[in-house]
């Protein structure tokens, strides 16, 4: 019983902290009105798409909502207020069990400090309600800069930033530099991360700052010859490509030079940077399972090896969930938060190298 006391006062505890702060009024932004980073197609219907699935065609059912997910999506502004709020409008939203409902539903908050984004708040949103959901209060009133990241995997029809009534609000001009494009699986949305700023691709972007538009569509990054339709519209600098972890073997040998060829038909002279898969935990006592992953990743490491003396401005990176991947993994095959960082940092420094080549520091 004891347990059960301490249990429910902590729940009322965490439920108090996103309640509104008595005797606030909030005056409402919508988040689009500022300044939305990380679209990788800037004209969608909806800005919190991230693909117009209405001019792009053949994805699958699964496809087109991923596609329609904010994950990756940012917003930059800069308030005097001292408490931080958000009201949302779902469409489609997920419960996947293995990633935390921050991640999926939810928003985290960076501000600047000492000219570092640091950790302020995450919040998972309801989204059966429409309710003003607190972020964050009890700031001082000094202007701060922000970045509030959207829900990996649902559907925004609206997101609302509220601030103290009488407060300033208005667009961040973006400090992240160039755009790069980043094509994956499930390890690019995001799966299994706390919330939604520490996939690799945002963790690398806060550290390197580089700006990643991303297209993490989970299981179904297989260089589908419509997901290249859209990459050959694509306005980068830059394209990496986490597209050896979803296809099988088969799927690897037959698609490749093709995608390769469409894109750089689309793209010539940018860099396409791709990334081997990594190592599931799931295999080390499946037979089966350790046959299939390694026969891929040794068709991507062939292929690949070929391919970068076939193509110019081709390149192969090895990523790694560092030193203790094996205690790190969430459910066999997604990495838990450190294991991203590591994974954004193993393909810093080459990638960073590649980039420096083509004048994108």
């Not at 904010?70 to 709020?85: D, E, H, M, Q, R």
């Not at 898969?277 to 499946?286: A, D, G, K, L, P």
């Not at 560092?322 to 459910?331: H, L, Q, T």
């Not at 954004?344 to 590649?354: C, G, T, V, Y």
């Amino acid at each position: 019983m004891k347990k059960i006391l301490i249990l429910a006062a902590l729940l009322l505890g965490l439920t108090a902290m996103a309640q509104t702060p008595k005797n606030i009024e909030y005056k409402f932004t919508e988040a689009s009105d500022l300044n939305l980073i990380g679209k990788i197609l800037p004209d969608t219907p909806n800005p919190y798409h991230r693909v117009d699935t209405c001019k792009y065609k053949g994805f699958t059912h699964g496809e087109n909502i991923q596609v329609r997910c904010s994950a990756g999506l940012a917003v930059l502004f800069k308030t005097n207020s001292s408490t931080i709020s958000v009201k949302s409008k779902f469409g489609f939203y997920s419960t996947a069990p293995n990633t935390m409902g921050i991640a999926l539903r939810g928003y985290d908050l960076y501000i600047k400090k000492d000219g570092v984004w640091t950790y302020a708040a995450s919040q998972t949103a309801d989204p059966k309600s429409d309710k003003n959901m607190v972020m964050i209060k009890d700031m001082n009133h000094e202007e701060k800069e922000c970045m509030l990241y959207l829900p990996i995997y649902s559907e925004m029809y609206s997101v609302q930033i509220g601030v103290e009534k009488g407060a300033d609000i208005s667009s961040l001009e973006s400090p992240f530099r160039h755009r790069i494009a980043i094509f994956g699986s499930s390890y690019t949305q995001g799966i299994s991360i706390s919330r939604p700023g520490m996939s690799y691709p945002m963790q690398f972007m806060r550290h390197t700052g580089l700006q990643l538009l991303s297209l993490g569509c989970s299981g179904n990054c297989k260089m589908q010859t419509y997901f290249a339709d859209v990459l050959a519209d694509v306005d980068a600098d830059a394209f990496i490509f986490d597209a050896f972890s979803n296809p099988n073997a088969a799927m690897i040998e037959e698609r490749l030079f093709p995608f390769i060829e469409r894109l750089q038909a689309a793209h010539p002279g940018k860099p396409l940077i791709f990334m081997q898969t990594i190592y599931r935990e799931s295999r080390n006592f499946s037979i089966v399972n350790d046959r299939n992953e390694q026969a891929k990743m040794d068709m991507a490491e062939k292929l690949m090896t070929e391919a970068v003396k076939k193509y110019k401005d081709v390149y192969f990176v090895t990523p790694n969930t560092g030193k203790d991947a094996r205690e790190s993994s969430v459910d066999g095959t997604h990495p838990s938060d450190m294991g991203y960082m590591a994974w954004a940092r193993s393909i810093e420094k080459p990638i960073l190298k590649i980039l420096k080549k083509y004048g994108i520091r």
